[in-house]
């Protein structure tokens, strides 16, 4: 059975854990980075307090506050129960029990919702939809997708995927998405035609392996860069 997730809001992630996800090195967290659909994740937080510069974009953030948070904790509510629902879908290491989980992501949104006020203000939160980013052509050298596509929702398909992809490819050098898994767990068949399709676009594709792996088999991000050829004369 899917685990139905809310096209909305997402219950974020740690700073730690996007480090993991994405196979971030120093030299990466150095860069001009947006954060695409990540929700309440704690990443721009802790980035912008070290001097990074980075830009998260999410629907949610174009919520009223209150709003906000309302959405964040319904979700939360929910996907806790998802997690007891469907323990053995998940790897019980470096956190034991779904109750350890719950407390950890508790803590991140606190921190999340505790940056977000003076982040707005600073413009490091923006409310637009993926499919309707405003920037100029590499804006960003790095664009990052967290739990957000291949996941099965309805309106996600091939040519939607696409696109997605195409766009954060055309603001940002490098696209960096994570898991590679859909909402039964398992590696979707909508991999390999949207690989397929970035190819014949003349876009770079590569699938690497990352030291993260909280969803089983879920431990690979997919990288893609537009492929630029220059015609000296």
């Given amino acids: 059975m899917p685990i139905k997730y809310n096209d909305v809001v997402l219950w974020g992630h740690s700073y730690q854990e996007y480090i993991q996800m994405f196979a971030l090195g120093p030299e990466d967290l150095n860069k001009n980075i947006i954060n695409c659909r990540g929700g ?9 307090k070290q001097g990074g510069k980075v830009i998260s974009t999410d629907p949610l953030f174009a919520l009223p506050f209150d709003k906000m948070k309302q959405e964040i904790d319904q979700v ?3 996907m806790l129960k998802v997690l007891k629902k469907y323990q053995d879908r998940f790897v019980w290491k470096t956190v034991t029990s779904p109750d350890e989980l719950a ?16 982040g707005k203000k600073a413009g490091r ?9 405003p920037y100029a052509h590499d804006s960003f050298d790095l664009a990052l997708c967290s739990h957000y596509l291949f996941s099965n929702c309805p309106d996600q ?29 398992e590696i979707p068949e909508l ?15 590569e699938i690497k392996a990352v030291p993260y792996e909280f969803q089983q088999k879920g431990n690979a991000m997919l ?4 492929q630029v050829c220059e015609v000296k004369s």
């Fill in 103 to 118: 407390k950890r992501r508790y803590q991140d949104i606190k921190d999340f919702l505790q940056d977000f006020p003076e």
């Fill in 76 to 78: 939360f509510t929910n």
């Fill in 223 to 226: 990288k893609v860069w537009l």
């Fill in 157 to 185: 398909s091939m040519e939607y995927h696409v696109k997605v992809i195409e766009k954060m490819a055309y603001i940002a050098k490098e696209v960096r998405i994570f898991p590679l898994l859909d909402s039964q767990g």
């Fill in 125 to 133: 939160y923006q409310g637009y939809r993926i499919t309707e980013l």
């Fill in 191 to 205: 991999v390999g035609p949207v690989i397929q399709k970035l190819h014949e676009t003349e876009h770079g594709v």
């Fill in 40 to 48: 309440p994740a704690t990443f721009n937080a802790m980035l912008s």
